[in-house]
């Protein structure tokens, strides 16, 4: 009788590590993936007073069914929701703040440290990113060629430039005519200042916007416009 009993024990023991090694064990969730871009910066636009927080997100191949960003302090500061997966979802955003001439309402509502960036592809891929905002801005630079509010200024063999500012990562040169639907963009390294405007992009005669934004090594931009107005044919 003992010999069955140990027997009887000996087969449920080994039943009961047969069954264990059969139940599967639960997926771990996969491991997010990093944004192709993620962060968030302070630019002022030194010539009109302005000041905004701007935050930029961008994807990989895929669209994103969510995008949340959550700032140091935990508030959910965008959070996005395309609600239908047939419109493959949104791959690339830039929000940008309210301008409030209160520079201290805006530091409190979006104040310095760690940004969290967190989205979901159509597919179910998950993303995170971290950006760090600082709300140190950069000095601004002063116009020498043309000089601000420039009049009969040549059209070919344009060089633009501008004092140099210390401890900037880079600059941001841009010349845009609204009327003509024309502009031009260029960051450029923070040990240059000059760029030369290719030939053939100014009209004679006419009027531009001239900025030139100074980067900072945290990403922050203080930006400086101008007009200029061309030479006219002779």
């Known amino acids: 009788m003992k010999a069955s009993l140990h027997l009887l024990a000996g ?18 969730p996969a491991t997010p993936g ?15 007073g302005d000041m905004e927080v701007v935050f930029e997100a961008k994807a990989g191949a895929e669209g994103l069914a969510k995008l949340i960003v959550t700032s140091p302090d935990g508030r959910t500061v965008a959070d996005f929701t395309a609600p239908d997966a047939s419109t493959l979802g949104m791959r690339q955003f830039r929000f940008e703040s309210p301008e409030p001439q209160d520079v201290k309402s805006l530091k409190a509502a979006y104040p310095e ?10 597919s179910g891929a998950r993303l995170q990113g971290k950006s760090t905002l600082r709300h140190r801005l ?19 063999n344009l060089q633009i430039t501008w004092t140099p500012v210390k401890e900037v990562a880079a600059y941001v040169v841009y010349i845009e005519q609204d009327e003509l639907d024309v502009h031009v963009t260029a960051q450029i390294t923070g040990t240059a200042v000059a760029f030369e405007v290719p ?25 400086v416009e101008t007009s200029f107005t061309t030479a ?3």
């Open 199 to 223: 030939d053939g992009f100014l009209a004679p005669a006419t009027e531009y916007t001239l900025g030139i934004g100074t980067v900072s090594v945290e990403g922050n931009i203080s930006y």
């Open 34 to 48: 990093a944004f192709a871009k993620a962060n968030v910066r302070f630019e002022q636009n030194a010539t009109d």
């Open 113 to 122: 440290g760690v940004y969290t960036f967190s989205g979901t592809t159509v």
């Open 138 to 156: 950069p000095a601004t630079v002063s116009f020498v060629q043309p000089p601000a509010g420039g009049q009969d200024v040549a059209i070919q």
């Open 11 to 28: 087969l449920t023991l080994l039943l009961g590590a047969r069954s264990a090694a059969q139940v599967p064990l639960a997926a771990k």
């Open 232 to 234: 006219g044919t002779e």
